[in-house]
């Protein structure tokens, strides 16, 4: 996918190893990063217990916000792909109870919130 694609908003799977680094006051101890995908600045991080948005704001990026999400809180999540008019997919997670989706991320490509979709499928329902 590369550089041009995350510009545009698509998903791009990222380094494991890299990611883990850049995590690791973040991290409990021994845990580990399965999977992480990078959309422009900001990361898409799945461990084996939780799903990890992080999200770098501003300018420089140095102002950054860790909003983690345990597997079992998960409700339920759905994703709406791009259609003719509509050009942007969406991946929607549901807290507990809630009524209102507490994440709603937008993509740019179909394939990368499905890969992501799959990847949150396989860590809430296993």
Known sequence: ????????????QANVDKVT??????????????????LVRDLIVFTEKR????????VTG????????PYKSISR???ETSGHFDLDAELK???SS???PAESLQFKNDSSVLDIQKAL?????R
Do not use: H
């Not at 996918?1 to 791009?12: D, E, I, Q, V």
């Not at 140095?62 to 999400?69: A, G, P, V």
């Open 1 to 12: 996918m590369g550089l041009f694609s995350g510009l545009m908003g698509n998903a791009s």
């Open 21 to 38: 680094k850049d995590l690791a006051p973040v991290l409990f101890d021994g845990e580990q990063v399965d999977l992480a995908f990078v």
């Open 51 to 58: 799903l990890i948005l992080v999200d770098k704001q501003g």
């Open 62 to 69: 140095k102002k950054t916000e860790y909003r983690s999400i």
């Open 77 to 79: 999540f759905s994703v």
């Open 93 to 95: 997670i549901w807290i």
């Open 98 to 100: 809630g009524v209102e």
């Open 121 to 125: 499928a396989e860590a809430v329902l």
